[in-house]
């Protein structure tokens, strides 16, 4: 932090609240068991394509990657990467990471790498590095997984009855309802909500029926968001008795066009959002990714392997008319935008300030930078954009978006260049050398605002 103001709002306001992670993607099953890692490339490495990405730009071997390599030679080849991160965020993230967790202050590199591989495999025998006292020791409050409507979310009725300090809540990730144009892939996974529901999905209010019963369940175990993955929102106009045709010819698996696609996906996520506003959710988009570009890695690997990247769709005028459209009949929920697309930060913020009101203070957040953004630099164009286009002070903050139970640093990443902002503002005279007032901004952003905008 470049400054004394920076290290006060720091030191004194942000590095001790607690963190409220309203988005990640942590397994709840592993949470539920409280599961023992094996070793550190277990917890570390495995699943993790921000470093795998790294990797294969040093040109290591996919074996050392993601193939059949020992844990130790996959630990081996990424501390010989790490040097080579310098200026990407994954070199902080490492060191605090280590240090956090493990209490090693040691840069991780090829000489050091044998030392602290069994130092920090020693301490992962420990019940302190068990997941649930891996989640205590970085103070969370709140974990929102992130679950497909077919899962039965047995896990998190473990954890509702088991008397975990943690909340440990679903999300409701719809992204599989909205897959109709892949038709044999569509009808198994019909047939999974089916069983899930109990319900025989042979029409479109049988469909409708299905998902009514699913948020049913996900809000009985305390589920307060949805969220969707998506390149943009679905917003064409559309009759219900269309998405009926549409759905009919899915069912019968009779090919249909990219427009009754298009419009049987704005019909569904419009009924979607109303149910969300009936529930009082909140809910979230994920938008701009390119996925799964590289078709010989898929084939290889599978999804979410390193191989996506920010796209340069077109956002505005799909986003106008899907918030309109609810708006109109006063059926808009509280809504989160993540933009993966620095170019398009105005016109996200401005977007969302459209949409404010209902007496709900922040009720169109702007996310925090998300996925490629997830860094210093896109952490402060994200937050200038806010500042500038709308009110930071209501900001909900950060959220991991992450699988690894040893990510909870980035919040410590993420405060510190918050209260950089803000510090160097006050030592160019643009904020008043009012520490106390500044920092209680500060304490909301980092978690005051979450717990109220939530309901936590």
Known sequence: MSNVHSKKLYHDFAENMPIMDYH??????????????????????????????????????????????????KFMAWAKTVPNTVRNPLYHWTHLELERYFGIDELLDGKSADKIWHECNEK???????????????????????????????????????????KILPT?????????????????????????????????????????????????????????????????????????????????????SAEDSYLFKSFLLNHLSKMYHSKGWVQQFHLGAVRDSNTRMLAEVGSNAGIDSIGDFEQAASLQQYFDKLNTTDQLTKTILYNLNPSQNEVFATMLGNF?????AGK???GTAWWFLDQKDGMQKQMNSLSNMGL???????????????????????????????????A???????????????KDICYNNAKKYFGF
């Not at 640093?409 to 160097?424: A, K, Q, S, V």
């Not at 160019?428 to 500060?442: K, Q, S, T, V």
Request: hydrophobic fraction near 40%.
């Open 24 to 73: 990640c993607h942590l397994p709840p099953d592993e949470i539920a068991s409280d599961k023992k890692f094996r070793d550190i490339t277990e917890i570390w490495l495995d699943g993790d394509h921000y470093k795998w990405r790294a990797m294969r730009a040093l040109g290591v071997d996919e074996n050392l990657i993601t193939g059949s390599a020992s844990p130790y030679e």
């Open 124 to 166: 992962l025998t420990s019940e302190d590095f068990t997941v649930r006292n891996l989640l205590l020791k970085m103070k969370v409050e709140v974990v929102c997984t992130t679950d497909d409507p077919s899962e039965p979310l047995v896990n998190h009725e473990k954890l509702r009855n088991s008397g975990f300090k943690i």
């Open 172 to 256: 409701f990730r719809p992204d599989n309802l909205f897959k109709i144009d892949d038709r044999s892939l569509y009808l198994k996974y019909l047939d999974r909500i089916g069983g899930t529901t109990a319900i025989k999905i042979d029409s479109l209010s049988a469909f409708l029926l299905a998902i009514e019963t699913t948020v049913d369940n996900f809000a009985k175990l305390g589920c307060k968001l949805s969220d969707h993955g998506f390149e943009q929102v679905f917003s064409s106009d559309f009759s219900k008795s269309q998405a009926e045709a549409v759905f009919k010819s899915v069912l019968n698996d009779i090919s249909i």
């Open 356 to 360: 404010n009101g209902s007496s709900i």
């Open 364 to 366: 169109m957040q702007f």
């Open 392 to 426: 930071i002070s209501q900001f909900v903050g950060m959220a991991t978006d992450s699988r690894s139970f040893l990510s909870y640093p980035r919040h410590e990443y993420f405060r510190r260049i918050l209260c950089d902002l803000f510090g160097t503002d006050v």
């Open 428 to 442: 160019n005279g643009e904020l008043p050398n009012d520490i106390e007032f500044l920092g209680g901004i500060i």
